[in-house]
């Protein structure tokens, strides 16, 4: 059985800081990417930040040099650490995994206010 969860979410100030975690068990085919998307109410999700097995990152230009993706492939890991936190990134934020399937989180919300 497939499992995608997510955890770390929560209420934070601005330019606070939180860290997410997923982790992926139960797929039996090879990992390639895994990411972080997110959906604010009323609005498209979007991807936040995604990265190969290789290490290879991308991120939206709206996240760059405020957040970090990282991966534990041993342990079909990733983590999001956010800083600077701004209250347009309140939103639930979801994981990724891209395998011969493609898998979803249930969703972390994160929300950003004073």
């Known amino acids: 059985q497939v499992q995608v969860v997510e955890s770390g979410g929560g209420l934070v100030q601005p330019g606070g800081s939180l860290r997410l975690s997923c982790a992926a068990s139960g797929i039996s085919s090879r990992i390639s990417a895994m990411g972080w998307f997110r959906q604010a109410p009323g609005k498209q999700r979007e991807l936040v930040a995604t990265?190969?097995?290789?290490?290879?990152?991308n991120y939206a230009d709206s996240v760059k040099g405020r957040f970090t993706i990282s991966r534990d492939n041993a342990k079909n890991t990733v983590y999001l650490q956010m800083s600077s936190l701004k209250p347009e990134d309140t939103a639930v934020y979801y994981c990724?995994?891209?395998?011969?399937?493609?898998?979803w989180g249930q969703g972390t919300q994160v929300t950003v206010s004073s």
């Open positions: 990724n995994v891209d395998a011969r399937n493609r898998y």
């Open positions: 990265i190969t097995s290789g290490g290879v990152t």
